[in-house]
């Protein structure tokens, strides 16, 4: 089902846990499958330079956490907040149809923190799902 780039992520996934004193916070949940996660980004001279994640998720969850926390060290506020839930599935070489709205999530929370970051409000859509109906 998951090609070899998810299932590498999935095993190994980068950045686990929760950054101390974070400088945004972003947490998104869906409580119909138990999907929640949480973001925390620190922030240095406007660019993110430590990103970690938590998820109770499916191994696509996981996988696309793990992904979007590494594609956006190093980046600027400005860049990070261009990364969609495509680009990180594209960045792992594709996520299953009925996955994409686990990869959703991960991108989801990263906008929420980067949006708490900034002091501003960041409005999940509802688009848990979709992809399957």
Same mark, same amino acid.
């Given at each position: 089902?998951?090609?070899? *780039? ?6 190994? /996934? ?7 004193? /974070?400088?945004? !916070?972003?947490?998104?949940?869906? /409580? ?7 973001? $925390? ?7 993110? !330079?430590?990103?970690?994640?938590? $998820? ?11 992904? !979007? $926390? ?5 980046? $600027?506020? &400005?860049?990070? *907040? ?7 599935? &594209? ?5 299953? /149809?009925? *996955? ?22 960041? +409005?999940? +859509? ?8």
């Amino acid at each position: 089902m998951y090609n070899e *780039k998810v299932m590498e992520h999935f095993q190994n /996934p980068r950045n686990v846990g929760e950054i101390e004193n /974070p400088d945004g !916070v972003g947490e998104v949940g869906n /409580p119909t499958c138990g999907d929640i996660m949480k973001i $925390t980004i620190k922030v240095e001279d406007g660019k993110i !330079v430590d990103c970690k994640f938590k $998820t109770f998720g499916c191994g696509a969850a996981v996988a696309t956490s793990s992904m !979007v $926390t590494e594609m956006v060290k190093g980046k $600027t506020i &400005e860049e990070a *907040k261009k990364i969609t839930n495509k680009m990180v599935a &594209e960045e792992l070489g594709g996520l299953p /149809p009925v *996955k994409m709205h686990c990869s959703n999530l991960a991108a989801d929370a990263l906008q929420k923190a980067i949006a708490d970051y900034l002091g501003e409000k960041y +409005e999940v +859509e509802d688009h848990h799902h979709e992809s399957e109906e």
